[in-house]
């Protein structure tokens, strides 16, 4: 069960030797003083050949060799390959990918728990991509558990066959993610982990989940932590609306197999031509599958004792289309993006942190290509898309009496106009630069730079982890020149 990446976890490095282990009647591989298991299985449809069915929990474990070998659902390129790379086009894909991968320290007991969510708009990622592999994490003394849940089509169209007994559900993704969880509650301790003591984390969509089951009565007693990574605000679908994407997405299904496209891919690209028939407000982010939640406002209660809450500057930098400058469309998004948002202690050319709660005197390293106008939009859409959020529920929690630790993400891509982007952070955070040896945004960063970061970055999200002490706000990926250079 080698793994080529697994032998060079920070990049360039000798290979090391490893050895078979198993675990609870898992079997998986053990190197550099930690133990990975793939593809474990939590679920299974419920229908068997009914892909919005129900999931039914599940036990055993698909043999692979490689973590690139275990399945993810269904799923086209997402939108941010040209800034991550093709990472998660290596895996295959299934309707069944109800598997989760555990990494662990060798030889250790009770330790914490880390289950990460991962992203990508609600349509595309797995848990079991090979960016999120989580050996350097464990390294910092942690369990890691990586998952897939369903996404686009399956995850968000009403059922195509609802149980008689149970009648539909509403929230198909939350309950595949809800009985992955209960499978860490059950198993982990097998694994060397503590189930109570386990911490939620997830980036993007992922984030999302985490905070709408960190407020969901049902996922009460699986967790007790939550690290939210790039939140994005959100207006949940309706049932409503969900009814009638659904009616359009498969009518035009139809047609398409109709006229010879492969069943596999015919609902996702259906789903996709329906999604662009549709518009989203200047300087927001274009129409995204989204789940049906009653509950929108950051403010709603959470059964959590501390979150961990981070952003990054530039969120927004790699979802605006760079328009001419000063051309009409140009200048009508800035106008709609003035009306709509008000970051605290912008300036118009040289943006500052975005409030009092996530910095008050940083001056950041607007690279050459970033024109004052272009500056403003991604400062505006960002706090407007992500930052707001993320900073109303920090407060809902303090009020509540939670601990909250506030986070900034500042180093920044080489890349033109991308600055400390939406996902930049991840390769550091995961400390996997093999992994990562596609991704065009990572073009110019030395090993040496790359490493002192990811160190940077992993010590702090293991501190939360881990219930060490941390400073309750700190600017990751700094020291950052101190004057603006903005043309």
């Known amino acids: 069960m080698s793994d080529p990446l697994d032998l060079h976890m920070q990049g360039g490095g000798a290979a090391l030797p490893q050895k078979d282990v198993s ?3 898992a079997k998986g591989t053990i190197c550099g003083g930690v133990e990975w298991y793939y593809g474990i299985r939590y679920g299974r449809l419920s229908k068997p050949d009914t892909p919005r069915s129900r999931v039914a929990p599940a036990t055993g474990q698909v043999r692979v060799r490689h973590l690139t070998e275990v399945p993810v659902f269904p799923q086209l390129p997402s ?4 800034l991550m790379g093709p990472g998660i086009g290596e895996n295959p894909q299934s309707d069944e990918a109800f598997y989760l991968n555990v990494w662990t320290p060798k030889g250790g007991t009770d330790l914490p728990v880390m289950v990460f969510l991962h992203g990508g708009a609600w349509v595309s990622g797995g848990g079991a991509a090979r960016w999120y592999r989580g050996a350097a994490l464990a390294a910092e003394g942690m369990v890691v558990v990586t998952l897939n849940y369903r996404i686009g089509p399956n995850g ?21 993610i809800l009985t992955a969880l209960q499978w860490v509650k059950d198993h982990i301790c097998d694994f060397g982990g503590d189930a109570n003591r386990i911490t939620l984390a ?4 992922g984030a999302w989940y985490a905070w709408a089951l960190a407020g969901w009565s049902k996922a009460k007693g699986l967790f007790d932590q939550v690290a ?3 939140i994005p605000q959100i207006s949940p679908w309706s049932a409503t609306h969900r009814s009638t994407f ?3 997405a498969v009518a035009r299904c139809k047609e398409m197999q109709g006229h010879g496209e492969p069943q596999e891919t015919a609902l996702l690209r259906a789903g996709a031509e329906v999604l662009s028939r549709h518009t989203s407000p200047l300087g927001a982010m274009a129409p995204m599958y989204l789940p049906v939640w009653p509950v929108a406002a950051a403010e709603t209660p959470l059964h959590v004792a501390a979150l961990y809450v981070r952003v990054t500057d530039h969120e927004m930098s790699v979802f605006l289309p760079q328009l001419a400058a000063g051309s009409k469309q140009d200048v009508a998004r800035l106008s709609a993006l003035r009306a709509q948002s008000d970051p ?4 118009h050319t040289c943006p500052k942190g975005w409030s009092e709660g996530w910095s008050e005197d940083w001056s950041g390293d607007w690279s050459g290509d970033w024109s004052g106008d272009w500056a403003e939009t991604v400062t505006r859409a960002s706090w407007l898309s992500f930052g707001a959020f993320a900073e109303a529920i920090a407060k809902a929690a303090e009020e509540c009496g939670r601990k909250v630790i506030r986070r900034q993400f500042a180093a920044q891509s080489d890349l033109p106009g991308v600055g400390a982007a939406h996902c930049f952070d991840l390769p550091f955070q995961f400390g996997n630069p093999a992994d990562w040896h596609d991704a065009p945004m990572l073009n110019g960063w030395s090993t040496e730079a790359f490493e002192a970061l990811s ?25 950052l020149p101190t004057a603006c250079h903005i043309l």
């Open 202 to 205: 997830g980036q993007s969509a």
């Open 246 to 248: 659904t009616r359009d």
């Open 228 to 230: 939210l990574l790039s």
């Open 23 to 25: 675990r609870a009647g």
């Open 344 to 347: 605290p202690n912008l300036s």
């Open 455 to 479: 160190q940077e970055m992993r010590a702090d999200l293991a501190a939360f982890v881990l219930n060490d002490p941390q400073p309750l706000k700190r600017r990751l990926g700094t020291p």
């Open 156 to 176: 968000h169209l009403e059922e195509d066959a609802p149980d008689a007994d149970q009648g539909p559900t509403d929230h198909r993704p939350m309950e595949d």
């Open 79 to 82: 939108r941010l390959e040209a």
